[in-house]
């Protein structure tokens, strides 16, 4: 894993967009918390930095921000670890955290 480039919330849960490490951003996938064990600190900081966006928005500096994915990753849908073919991004052989 690379770094977290957006989240979501579907049906309630929440899942982050993963640029994985030697794979471009096209290839990101949506994952769930539970399938990023090990990556808690990108987790953490992923939260801090929207926390921070969302408070600098409540001080009306006038921007508007998003949590969503980046263009390019939003082709990907809703691909997770458990529904990914063997060999793609992300796979047990490609997640090093």
């Known amino acids: 894993m690379e770094e977290i480039v957006g989240s979501r919330h579907v ?28 990556c808690t600190a990108a987790i953490r900081a992923w939260r801090r930095q929207q926390e921070a966006a969302r408070e600098q928005d409540a001080a009306g500096d006038g921007a508007t921000r998003d949590n969503g994915p980046p263009a390019a990753a939003v082709a990907n849908g809703p691909t997770t670890r458990r529904n990914r073919d063997a060999g793609s991004p992300g796979d047990a052989s490609k997640s090093s955290s």
């Not at 899942?15 to 794979?23: I, Y």
Request: negative net charge.
């Open 11 to 38: 049906s309630g849960v929440e899942e982050f967009l993963v640029k994985w490490m030697g794979w471009p951003l096209e290839d990101a996938t949506w994952e769930v918390e539970e399938t990023l064990a090990g």
